[in-house]
């Protein structure tokens, strides 16, 4: 009778302690991949709506069909292209589009017979998306824009405030299709290696700290940057949020009047009408993250090249521009005492410009 007990409960089978284990750590893996999951969707940027698509923004601007299919919307002022003089380009900044240009008055543009085209870039307005967008794709934008719109061997090139990235590209990528360029408050990368670290670390820390962040996750982790911008918890942009300190009284009222009437809200929704990340963001990625040279690495170009930047500007640090500068000779820096970063609002400052970069001493 013992035995047969003994039997039985040897058959019962304790709960060993590499099974418990085992349950747990299949739990932990499915808990894992179910968080794994959530995030990896959390952070993919919601589907592009391309102009002229199924429930995408209707087409209303002239556009041209580069080589790989995209198209590139544009607008011209100015003299007509058949008369003009001097036929130039202009690369609107950060949250603007085709729309916003030099602001030349028309006497002038007449007087110097000059045609100006400004283009919405790559994912703005009504330009496609460039899911591999970069500094070289910007230049060759840029080029088959020129080409498409038969505005010759050489043109002229204007960037103002994140534009300037498709300046500093064009000197580098296309520099013989350009007679003469002009940056005004161009943004600067604070990792470009030219800097000194000091100076550059010093410009950096007086910005806001969403700012920084900002910065440092579209160099460090652009994957993440959709889903970093959208979370109201976190420190971000606040030249996104429109709360930018801004030491400048120009620059400000000109700020708290296009909040007021309106007129911010509609850039804005022009300018991210296909979506904010393949605008914003996808220039954020471009401008402050890894670039494939340093403008303070470049050659003297066969051409003028000018910049304006305020001293009051708050957005681009006047120090860092003043150090490119000193570095760079062959650009003619003008510095303007008491001004900010809205250069092209500043009464007569589109006028100067022209004069300035296209009637050369010898004309």
């Known amino acids: 009778m013992a035995s047969s007990v003994a039997a039985v409960s040897n058959t019962i089978k304790k709960p060993s302690l590499r099974s418990g284990m085992g349950k747990k750590l299949a739990v932990a893996v499915a808990l894992s991949i179910g968080i794994g999951s959530w995030f990896y969707a959390a952070i993919q940027p919601p589907p592009t709506r391309p102009c002229g698509s199924v429930g995408g923004p209707p087409v209303t601007a002239p556009r041209i069909r ?6 590139l919307a544009y607008a011209e002022t100015g003299v007509p292209k058949e008369t003009a003089r001097f036929k130039l380009i202009f690369c609107h900044g950060f949250s603007s589009s085709r729309l916003d240009g030099i602001r030349a008055s028309p006497e002038i ?37 020129a080409d498409a719109l038969e505005l010759g061997n050489r043109f002229f090139l204007i960037g103002f405030s994140l534009g300037g990235h498709a300046v500093w590209a064009s000197i580098k990528y296309i520099p013989w299709r350009l007679a003469g360029a002009a940056l005004l408050a161009p943004v600067i990368n604070y990792r470009w290696p030219g800097f000194p670290t000091n100076l550059s670390r010093a410009a950096y820390k007086q910005q806001h700290v969403g700012d920084q962040w900002a910065l440092r996750i579209a160099y460090y982790m652009p994957w993440l940057l959709h889903w970093w911008m959208t979370q109201p918890w976190l420190p971000t942009s606040t030249v996104i949020k429109g709360t930018t300190h801004l030491p400048n009284l120009f620059d400000e009222q000109m700020r708290d009047l296009a909040i007021s009437n309106g007129m911010l809200q509609k850039r804005r929704e022009l300018a991210t009408q296909q979506g904010v990340y393949e605008s914003y963001y996808r ?51 003008h510095e303007l005492s008491i001004t900010g970063h809205y250069l092209s609002a500043v009464p007569g400052f589109g006028d100067l410009v022209l004069k300035t970069l296209l009637v050369q001493p010898s004309d």
Not at 320 to 333: A, S
Request: with cysteine; charged share 30%.
């Open 66 to 71: 580069l080589r790989d299919g995209r198209h």
């Open 283 to 333: 220039d954020m990625m471009v401008m402050f993250g890894k670039w494939e040279f340093d403008p303070m690495d470049l050659h003297p170009p066969p051409f003028p090249v000018h910049l304006w930047h305020g001293d009051e500007d708050g957005i681009v640090p006047v120090t860092l521009q003043r150090y490119i500068c000193r570095r760079l000779g062959w650009i003619d820096y």
């Open 109 to 145: 543009m007449k007087e110097l017979a000059v045609y100006i085209v400004s283009y919405d870039r790559a994912g703005y307005g009504e330009s496609d998306p460039n899911p591999r967008r970069s500094l070289r794709s910007e230049a060759s934008d840029l080029e088959e824009l």
